[in-house]
């Protein structure tokens, strides 16, 4: 069982996965968290139904990168944060998704720890557990693919980072951040000899409303995200488990179809 900080203890953090935005998806640690929280620090994807499980009288702090101004810088966070436990406030970090997952979970414990201040962490589900989840998509399958491997691709080191292996037959490559550079990253995969007609998806606003799931092969990566105007937030699925999504979605429209007619 995870050690848990006292919950009726002041002058706490708790840093809390949100999920992928579908506030059903937030574990029951992280509801209770959110009840007892004084001040919510929160990034820009966080739903704001989540927001709301918190009392009214929390302070809420977005820490959200807005078209305006550039996001606050991860320093600034740790010392906001730091600064509010020391009043004795419980502070609730909450992070889209999971906070280990290219989340900054791991710099802003480290932080905390450094203050001499005690934190906590409560696990989300990531980007790719939701969005494959809701899109059907297998990302280990028996006969398919027996391992999975997550990446960011945002252009800071893209060129870079060795992802030599982790695409191909047999394995499931998920990357996220990867909208504004999905024609490098086709190029990049198959100059590593990820064969061109490997199965793709690209899952937009995954458990959100309005979530699309998008299907193609790596050499039309980029054309379809340039096609569909794909935004953030959006995951890259590569991987012959891609195949399978599509069966599994006619199977469900299927079904859907029958209930409709029956
Ligand atoms: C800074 S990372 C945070 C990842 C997060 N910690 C997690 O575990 O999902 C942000 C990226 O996660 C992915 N992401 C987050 N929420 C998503 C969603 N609802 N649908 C699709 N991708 C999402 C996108 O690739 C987005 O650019």
Request: glycine share 10%; net charge neutral.
């Amino acid at each position: 069982m995870t050690t848990l900080l006292d919950p009726s203890a002041r002058g706490r953090v708790v840093l809390v996965g949100a999920g992928p935005g579908d506030p059903g998806l937030l574990t029951v640690r992280a509801v209770e968290a959110l009840r007892t929280a004084d001040v919510v620090v929160h990034d820009g994807l966080v739903d704001p139904r989540v927001l709301d499980l918190a009392p009214a009288s929390a302070q809420r702090i977005s820490v959200a990168k807005r078209r305006s101004r550039h996001s606050v810088p991860q320093d600034g966070i740790n010392a906001l944060i730091v600064a509010h436990v020391k009043t004795g406030s419980v502070v609730v970090r909450l992070k889209g998704g999971d906070p280990f997952i290219f989340g900054r979970g791991g710099e802003e414990v480290e932080a905390v720890r450094a203050a001499g201040l005690p934190v906590e962490v409560i696990p989300g589900v990531s980007a790719a557990l939701g969005c494959a989840a809701e899109a059907m998509l297998p990302l280990t399958h028996r006969d398919w693919s027996s391992a999975v491997s997550f990446v960011a691709g945002q252009c800071k080191g893209l060129t870079d980072q060795d992802w030599s292996g982790l695409a191909g037959k047999g394995r499931t490559l998920v990357i996220y951040m990867g909208v504004a550079t999905a024609s490098a990253i086709s190029e990049k995969l198959m100059a590593d000899g990820v064969a061109p007609d490997m199965p793709v998806a690209v899952l937009e606003r995954g458990t959100l409303d309005g979530s699309r799931a998008m299907r193609t092969l790596l050499a039309d990566l980029g054309p379809m995200v340039e096609r569909e105007a794909v935004a953030s937030p959006a995951i890259i699925v590569v991987g012959e488990v891609v195949a399978l999504s599509d069966a599994q979605d006619k199977l469900a429209r299927w079904a859907r179809a029958a209930e409709a007619l029956a």
